[in-house]
Structure formats: C-alpha cells, structure tokens
C-alpha cells in the first residue's frame, strides 16, 4: 500500500474510532442529513482558498472535505449499504468507462469540447431521459442556470454570438419595467438573471464567480465607510447619504 493509501486507511480508522461507543457522542448522533450543512459549507471554503491562491489554505480545506465523503460512507457502513472502498472503487470505473480514448480502444480526443460530447453520450446511455437531467436542482441558481446553458449549447440551442445575449438582457429589462404583478415582476427578474448568465457565459466568465467578486469588493468599500465613521465617533445615522458617497468613493481611490 502507498503512502496516499496508507493516509486514507489511517483516516478511516480516525472516522471509525468517533462513531464507535467510546468515541465522540457529537459525531454519533450524526446523519447523511445532519451533515448536508457541512459538505456545503466545506465545498465553499475550497473554493475560497482556490480564489485567494492560498496552497496551504487549500490542502487543509481539502482535508476537511475529504473528511465529510469518509464520514457519510462509514454511516454508510453502519447502515449496512456500503463502505469507503465502494465509493473509491465505483468512482474509477467510472473514470475508466468513460474515458475509452485514455484506457480503451477509442480514438484520441483532441479538446474539452468532444470529451463532453462523449460524457453526454454516455449519461444518456446510462438512462438519463433528457440532456438536462441530472443537473442538482440545490445548486446557486447562477451556477445551475450556467450549467443548463452549457448542455444545451452543445447540442447548438445557443446564441451565435454575444450581440444576441446582450440585446436579450436589455429586452427581459423592458420586459421588467412593464410587469405589474408580483408574479410577473418575480419571472421577470429571473429572465434578467438567467440572461445575464448567457452573457457571462459568452464571454467565458463564471457568473458565480463573478458576482462573489463583487460582493467582496463591495463589502471592503463598505467597511471602509464604517472605520471612517467609528474613527469620528459616530454612527451611520449620522451621516446622509451623500456624505457616504463621499466615502464610498474615497474607498475607491484607495483602490479597494
């Protein structure tokens, strides 16, 4: 056995030691469900530490994800429906299966573009009915909206170009200005949103990405508004909003 599978068995046993009965009673009374929490919000801090660059920051964090695939199989175990090296085992077949023109006899694949044709073909083969199954309903509605997006490009339902995109951004806004209802102004909204996706899109951003950029940048502007404020003794109900543009822009030229 290797040194990596050396560090997985030794995890397994850490895992195994918590859920037995002299081990910790907080991870006991876990579920699949309880720990749904967790998987999230451990997927997110990997992802923060991929965006901020940090190496050190990634490993732990991968740790800590690793971590929660051991733990929902050893209650998997428990549970009597399968064990780690089933879920280790069922993944490489997979890759296997699905990457003929690596391990097979199929003809090598030159771009990313024809691996995800090839993956399509086999989701659908494997039962799939429609080309968007299979897209989780639980994830951001940015992220599933670009997610749906980029199936059905594949099969050509797409803009020819960005031009398209963007007049269709401006048209949902139209749209929006005209809505009365709440229900309307409700679909109206998402248009917007699912519009500005295709844009992204198109122009080869992450929308996810993208906005948590701006809520990032807007959030040190904002704060730099609030030490401004405290620094003076006061408080945000001292100040008009004019006074906090001022601020806001001051942010700005200090390139925050």
């Not at 994800?65 to 429906?81: D, K, P, S, T, W």
């Amino acid at each position: 056995m290797g040194s990596a599978g050396m560090a997985i068995e030794e995890l397994i046993q850490v895992m195994d030691r918590l859920l037995s009965p002299q081990g910790c009673p907080w991870d006991r009374e876990q579920t699949h469900e309880s720990l749904i929490r967790y998987l999230i919000e451990e997927s997110y801090e990997v992802i923060e530490a991929i965006n901020e660059k940090d190496m050190a920051k990634l490993r732990e964090e991968l740790g800590d994800l690793l971590l929660q695939v051991v733990f929902h199989a050893a209650l998997a175990q428990r549970e009597g429906h399968f064990e780690f090296a089933n879920v280790a085992q069922g993944v490489s077949r997979k890759m296997i299966l699905r990457h003929p023109h690596v391990f097979g006899e199929a003809k090598p694949l030159q771009t990313g573009d024809e691996v995800m044709e090839v993956w399509d073909g086999f989701k659908r083969r494997e039962g799939r009915q429609y080309l968007l199954s299979g897209i989780p309903k639980i994830l951001p509605a940015l992220m599933r909206a670009e997610k749906i997006q980029e199936k059905a490009a594949r099969v050509g339902f797409d803009w020819p170009d960005v031009n398209g995109a963007l007049e269709k951004v401006q048209e949902e806004i139209e749209e929006l200005g005209q809505a009365e209802t709440e229900a309307e102004i409700r679909e109206e909204w998402g248009d917007i949103f699912f519009a500005l996706v295709n844009v992204a899109r198109l122009k080869n951003i992450e929308p996810e990405q993208a906005l948590q950029s701006c809520n990032d940048k807007f959030t040190r502007r904002f704060n730099y508004i609030e030490d401004k404020i405290k620094q003076t003794g006061k408080n945000f109900n001292d100040l008009s909003l004019e006074e906090m543009d001022v601020l806001w822009d001051e942010s700005k030229t200090k390139g925050l």
